[in-house]
């Protein structure tokens, strides 16, 4: 079968997260991705004696890896002769980093070859007063919004768990590659794609910017533990069951009177407070008091097929070890188990993106430091990256 | 200048944030997008008495709106007459609802228009045995594990604040669509493109599946408040300022001696408990008390001044109203303000996708409930969306 992007070359030169899940998704889709590593790797392989752990393993399958020192005239030489070739070259260093090597878009890289798609991410972007702040992930939760809308309002912010900033950042890098590829086709030329983790992040807060704007000032909350951001629904929460947590929203009114027909409560559909979204939305610590009593006796898979067998949103609060067996994210490959040279079996994602006409037909685990020098860079260079 | 998409129709059908935002997207790089309202309009427009809420402003931007009653005959007529010359359907119904209004893709759209790329994102996806819950945001973050990675060990599993969900499914959701238009460059036909916001959160679990996985037993938590998700690294945190909280990380050695050298304690080099970072992650407690007993009587932007200047990653924990009114995001020209015809002034986001050869180049507010139906339905539709 046909994938999306068969025939396409990508140069990868970024690590950890944000860069590499981008490529992920493209060598999954058929893209021809070389994982460019300086001579010591990527930053993630030190978090593993193995040298592969499990994060690294999980965003760089289905690369071709090898090692090029891009300091060396000799690394830079054989670098800029595979930039001629390359559709695609993904990069997330800081701002500055690829100019200072020698390898500015505008100056080098776009003369070299004009169909080339240079697509760079970053923590907060080439332009703007943060621009050479040093970020990560927390850093642009911080900063972001991410973490005054977390957590409870009378607790200090905290982070989102998962790294939203990188992966939105990924993802948005992505999208913006296959515009750019598109308008390829139109034009013959290639451009610059840039992507920071901070403008991806910003969009995310609808919810806590519609409160500020839209809501009660007088009942304003950065953060609602896991309320309505606008405290403008219920029942809308987590609640207690036998063996966890629930979450339940009534989004409409015919969800409310569903969960009112479960509960056996009819009486809740007579009493004035309750009597729509706004009124219950005023009473929302009576609404979760009702509803906690009633599921705090129930397991939660119980509580959920009960739920959403009549049409209530509702879901269990999995913990991430139960998400790690998910039947559900294994029948759907997201879940999926290889074999990898240095680690044994290992467990990494599918693609989230599901193409009719473009499977994701084999995969081939993340490479080793510089397996694939030879293949790629022939014989003249050596182990390390260097030309002998 | 010449935009990526222009040139491409796109039917969008999609309400609330998961699928609006994909296509504001799009109609930001130049696609023309024909929002699809029944005549009761996006259930988002309820949240507010101008049925214009600030949500729905932010997602809607650069889009013309028109309304169909697709459950009557000539609505759908009027619909199947737009596919037949539209590049792009966007949808985000609950499974089996366009089959149900004799929309299917394979059996009714894909005949009438074989390059049709058919983009339906959902909350768990159209297989697998949750596909028929009933789900939104929170539900999914629920089942997805961000809950339980995000919020402190002794506390219950909280909530990311930002709607996490729904914007990373729609951003894969615009990325898969931009691998299927490349594709239809190549091979003449469209495809059906499935994104699940389920699927989506997945990847970002990285870290905590990291710390499953590669972790200590004896010392895994599942979620860690704002500490790192595999208690691997310190300092990492968000430390108390004078005037809020700060987040600094130190990733590496040399930003441990850049943050020594900056409290003015040589003495920690010396001491075995923090020669390396092992060492201290070992010791979390005792770097983070001698972190905070620093950041404590200063402020936070003067803390990010002085570590961010010396290379040292860090930023300020900014509250919403700070976000809102950021300067870089202002640049960056991620917050932008328009004039609303039902709001008057309005903050909208930008698109975090810079192109350089593909500008955003005007901003035309989100649509009034059936704005533009003479102008693409012609005269013989009323402004409820029904043939006269």
Redesign the interface.
């Known amino acids: 079968m046909?994938?999306?992007?068969e025939g396409l070359v990508v140069l990868d030169l970024s690590q950890v997260?944000q860069g590499p899940?981008c490529t992920l998704?493209m060598a999954y889709?058929g893209a021809k991705v070389i994982k460019v590593e300086s001579p010591k790797g990527d930053?993630l392989r030190e978090?593993?004696e193995s040298k592969a752990?499990?994060?690294f393993v999980?965003?760089n399958t289905n690369k071709y890896g090898i090692t090029l020192d891009l300091k060396s005239e000799d690394g830079k030489k054989a670098f800029l002769k595979l930039v001629e070739t390359a559709d695609i070259l993904v990069e997330n260093f800081t701002p500055g980093v690829m100019k200072r090597l020698g390898l500015d878009y505008d100056e080098v890289l776009k003369k070299r070859n004009p169909k080339l798609i240079y697509a760079t991410a970053t923590a907060?972007?080439l332009?703007?007063?943060?621009r050479?702040?040093?970020?990560?992930d927390?850093?642009?939760?911080?900063?972001?919004?991410?973490?005054?809308?977390?957590?409870?309002p009378d607790m200090?912010?905290?982070?989102?768990?998962?790294?939203?900033a990188?992966?939105?950042g990924g993802?948005?890098?992505?999208?913006?590659?296959?515009?750019?590829?598109?308008?390829r086709?139109?034009?013959g030329?290639g451009?610059?794609?840039?992507?920071?983790m901070?403008?991806?992040?910003?969009?995310?807060?609808?919810?806590?910017?519609?409160a500020?704007?839209?809501g009660d000032p007088d009942n304003y909350y950065?953060?609602?533990?896991?309320k309505h951001?606008g405290l403008?629904a219920a029942p809308?929460n987590?609640y207690p069951a036998k063996d966890g947590?629930?979450?339940i929203?009534c989004?409409t009114e015919r969800h409310w009177r569903l969960l009112v027909d479960i509960l056996e409560r009819p009486d809740l559909l007579e009493k004035e407070e309750f009597k729509n979204s706004i009124s219950r939305a005023a009473h929302i610590d009576e609404v979760d008091q009702i509803v906690s009593e009633w599921t705090q006796d129930i397991n939660k898979w119980e509580i959920?097929e009960l739920l959403?067998g009549k049409?209530?949103?509702?879901?269990?609060?999995?913990?991430?070890?139960e998400?790690?067996n998910?039947?559900?994210?294994i029948?759907?490959e997201?879940?999926v188990e290889i074999d990898h040279p240095a680690r044994g079996k290992?467990?990494i994602?599918g693609s989230?993106?599901?193409?009719?006409?473009?499977d994701v037909d084999s995969y081939q685990p993340a490479p080793l430091l510089g397996q694939h020098n030879e293949e790629i860079l022939g014989n003249s260079i050596n182990k390390e990256g260097v030309r002998i």
Chains 1, 2 share one sequence.
Do not use: W
Not at 132 to 136: C, E, I, K, R, V
């Open positions: 046909n994938k999306a992007l997260y899940y998704l889709h930053i978090r593993h752990p499990h994060e999980m965003f907060y972007g332009t703007g007063p943060y050479d702040y040093p970020g990560m927390l850093t642009v939760q911080a900063i972001g919004g991410v973490m005054s809308s977390t957590g409870y200090p912010p905290v982070k989102a768990g998962p790294a939203v990188d992966l939105l993802t948005h890098l992505l999208a913006g590659i296959g515009l750019a590829l598109y308008q086709e139109r034009t030329a451009q610059k794609v840039e992507v920071s901070h403008d991806a992040l910003y969009p995310t807060l609808a919810s806590p910017l519609a500020l704007y839209d950065e953060r609602t533990g896991n951001s403008r809308y987590v947590f629930v979450a929203i989004a959920v959403t049409g209530v949103p509702a879901s269990p609060v999995l913990t991430i070890k998400v790690a998910d039947k559900h994210l029948e759907r997201m879940i290992v467990k994602p989230p993106i599901k193409l009719s006409k473009s």
